[in-house]
């Protein structure tokens, strides 16, 4: 049986998307917000997988695999699974089978999202996502409810991607995050809670654990070394307290975001890393976004002094360890992009309206809170490090670092699924090859997290992403599990996905006002 990496070059995702808001599952809303959520969930929420048995025919397609589109080809998709391929003419076609004809069409894998934290009701954070072509996605900070709604999507009741689901985060003390997100945060304050936290999290079903910014040097390393004796992988922030090239020599998976990176590529980083030890976050301090934005600028400091002192040759030395050690990279380009050249945010956003209103309503104030204030000398500054981000993507990628596309969405002005398409056209801007970039969203993740090769889940567009990389954007339908849902059907569905998003409330909690839920950048 040939396997989606024969069919396609590039390996499909199985999705799956986040709620960062625990409280979220449990809120009370208006009569006629919990009617109209009914409604929606009954209406797109299905996942509706195809019969044991029934054959799909996707023929005369462009089928695009690695820097290739190769024209007329026909694939034959059974039980969730593509079982036969190539040249239309070599196919016979069973009388049984339904048959779709994709001339003029162009069929990549599923994209995958590879760092997400999705709010929102089900009947929106799933559906979202494939009919966005996300059919996979890595949820960076775990909760009960994430492995509800897989279990939902697995069972056929709901449409959404599949989940590879992180612990939930495992930072130092004082972390970053106070309980207002409504999500857990564990501190490891020694080497034996860490190692807890590990055991913990194998307990609970995460598929790895998600290491933070605050974690000291033996909590981290005890952590690592428990991680190995319990067989479950380690990703996330590098540390404060550890250098880029000591996470990944401990065996850390991916290494999230760019920060780290700028202070390990430079000369100076002995001197930056002893003033990184230096900063502070007040324990007292009772906001989320109050402790991460005194942290945030303070390590801006530091970022532009790395900037300054960037080392091409230390750079690359690392780049190649990394490599030669399998620790990938996801830049998350978006939100750096978001947090350091908000000035180009659109004043409106069209696929907001697939969000929950009352998130989408609180990304302005968040933003003013972050990145308001700013000197015309500190926002020179921020831009010139953001231009810096995108040179080491670029070099990285030219070293052989495996470089993964994920968003962080969750974070504002990040839309779930559609984002990721605005990741790819940053991560071409930084200089990949489109085929390249195709493959930080599809092969290179799907190896990773170990999906299956042979899972039916495609994207069909309207026109070649080699061409453009924004093509992806084109799309015409998609195949989730083995179910093809047209583009007539995708645009119903989606109308319900943003009457639920319009009609869900914030959730209700104790610990916070609403407002601050749905804050968490850059994590």
């Not at 000398?377 to 921020?382: D, K, L, V």
Request: aromatic share 4%.
């Amino acid at each position: 049986m040939p396997t989606r990496r024969h069919v396609l070059g590039t390996a499909a995702a199985l999705t799956g998307t986040a709620l960062i808001s625990a409280a979220a599952a449990t809120s009370a809303t208006a009569a006629s917000t919990a009617k109209a959520a009914k409604t929606a969930t009954a209406a797109a929420g299905a996942q509706r997988p195809a019969r044991r048995g029934d054959l799909l025919a996707l023929t005369h397609a462009t089928v695009v695999e690695g820097n290739r589109a190769t024209p007329d080809q026909t694939l034959l998709v059974q039980d969730g699974r593509i079982v036969r391929s190539g040249p239309s003419a070599h196919i016979v076609i069973p009388r049984a089978a339904r048959t779709v004809d994709l001339r003029g069409k162009y069929v990549i894998p599923g994209l995958i999202e590879s760092h997400a934290h999705t709010t929102g009701p089900d009947e929106v954070a799933a559906p979202v996502f494939p009919l966005a072509g996300v059919t996979a996605v890595r949820e960076m900070w775990g909760a009960p409810a994430h492995h509800e709604r897989r279990q939902k999507v697995a069972a056929g009741k709901l449409l959404g991607p599949h989940w590879t689901i992180a612990s939930p985060i495992v930072d130092g003390p004082p972390t970053l995050f106070t309980q207002d997100t409504g999500n857990q945060v564990i501190e490891a304050r020694d080497e034996a809670s860490a190692r807890r936290a590990v055991r913990e999290a194998k307990r609970s079903g995460a598929d790895f654990v998600k290491v933070y910014s605050r974690l000291t040097r033996p909590a981290y390393l005890a952590l690592a070394d428990e991680a190995r004796r319990q067989g479950i992988r380690f990703a996330g922030h590098c540390p404060d307290s550890m250098t880029v090239a000591e996470c990944s020599d401990a065996g850390q998976q991916t290494i999230e975001h760019l920060h780290a990176l700028l202070l390990a590529t430079s000369s100076k980083e002995e001197e930056i890393r002893r003033r990184l030890a230096e900063v502070r976050i007040d324990p007292n301090e009772p906001s989320s976004l109050a402790r991460y934005n005194a942290w945030f600028r303070q390590v801006h400091e530091l970022e532009y002094e790395a900037v300054r002192s960037y080392d091409p040759v230390r750079a690359r030395a690392l780049f190649e360890r990394l490599a030669a050690n399998g620790t990938r990279v996801v830049p998350t380009l978006s939100v750096h992009h978001a947090l350091e050249r908000p000035e180009e945010i659109p004043a409106r956003q069209d696929e907001a309206r697939y969000v929950p209103s009352g998130t989408a309503d609180s990304w302005p104030a968040t933003w003013e809170a972050l990145t308001g204030g700013r000197t015309p000398r500190e926002a020179t500054r921020i831009r010139q490090i953001y231009a810096h981000r995108l040179r080491l993507v670029a070099e990285m990628h030219r070293a052989g670092v495996e470089v993964l596309a994920g968003t962080d969405t969750g974070t504002g002005y990040l839309v779930p699924g559609f984002s990721l398409h605005d990741e790819m056209a940053l991560l071409a801007e930084a200089g990949l090859p489109a085929h390249r970039v195709l493959e930080s969203a599809t092969t290179a993740p799907a190896r990773m997290l170990g999906l299956d090769d042979r899972r039916a889940d495609l994207v069909v567009l309207d026109a070649n992403p080699l061409d453009d990389i924004r093509n992806t954007r084109c799309i015409d339908s998609v195949v989730v599990a083995g179910r093809h849902i047209s583009r007539a059907e995708r645009g119903r569905l989606l109308a319900q996905v943003e009457q639920a998003a319009a009609a869900s409330r914030p959730p209700a909690t104790t610990a916070a006002p609403a407002s601050a839920l749905p804050l968490r950048p850059c994590c």
